[in-house]
T-cell receptor, first 110, second 117 residues
């Protein structure tokens, strides 16, 4: 059974701080990694895709991938109350289906 | 605007009734997916389709059925055999493979919230 694990949270950070969200996965052959944000009662929206080891930055968001450690993380700099949501990690291997983690609930405190 | 349209937004099912959730996309994506999300839980795959007239069961297909007669459309029927249908249902689509054969992200519709009357 291929698994993706995330701390369920809630992770609470003060406004302006860096929020660090972590995800581990069991399938060593995984090639594609995605972070989604889901506001309460809404559908997931894509934040970042990452395919290679290292860091990928997009605005206040940085995704970090370490395939050797089977670990992918999302950093949110200068966290805002509007960042309060559940963050889903999704992992995919060639030709196979996405496996989603249970999500980490982030709360940014004003 | 390109996107994925799910309807209805809210749906109520009576006992013994089959109900159908609609999913239409105009993104020209080959692959389409149905997920179920229970409160405080992650996404669980019900069915997926990579090509017209073909679909595969996901992890929780029992009590559900789908069809893929057109590339744009992937309706989900929740049958009376699904004894606990109350959940948030999400349809997604994606390009199958991008550069280097890597899987591309899924994009989601706004969801349908199904409840039992």
């Amino acid at each position: 059974q291929k698994e993706v694990e995330q701390n369920s949270g809630p992770l609470s950070v003060p406004e302006g701080a860096i929020a660090s969200l972590n995800c581990t996965y069991s399938d060593r052959g995984s090639q594609s990694f995605f972070w989604y944000r889901q506001y309460s009662g809404k559908s997931p929206e894509l934040i970042m895709s990452i395919y290679s080891n290292g860091d990928k930055e997009d605005g206040r968001f940085t995704a970090q991938l370490n395939k050797a450690s089977q670990y992918v993380s999302l950093l949110i700099r200068d966290s805002q109350p509007s960042d309060s949501a559940t963050y889903l990690c999704a992992v995919n291997n060639y030709g196979q289906n996405f496996v989603f983690g249970p999500g980490t609930r982030l709360s940014v405190l004003p | 605007d390109g996107g994925i349209t799910q309807s209805p937004k809210y749906l109520f099912r009576k006992e013994g009734q089959n109900v159908t959730l609609s999913c239409e996309q105009n993104l020209n994506h080959d692959a389409m997916y149905w997920y179920r999300q229970d409160p405080g839980q992650g996404l669980r795959l019900i069915y997926y389709s990579q090509i017209v007239n073909d679909f595969q069961k996901g992890d929780i297909a029992e009590g559900y059925s789908v069809s893929r007669e057109k590339k744009e459309s992937f309706p989900l029927t929740v049958t009376s055999a699904q004894k606990n249908p109350t959940a948030f249902y999400l349809c997604a689509s994606s390009i199958l493979y991008g550069a280097g054969g890597l899987n591309q992200p899924q994009h989601f519709g706004d969801g349908t919230r199904l409840s039992i009357l």
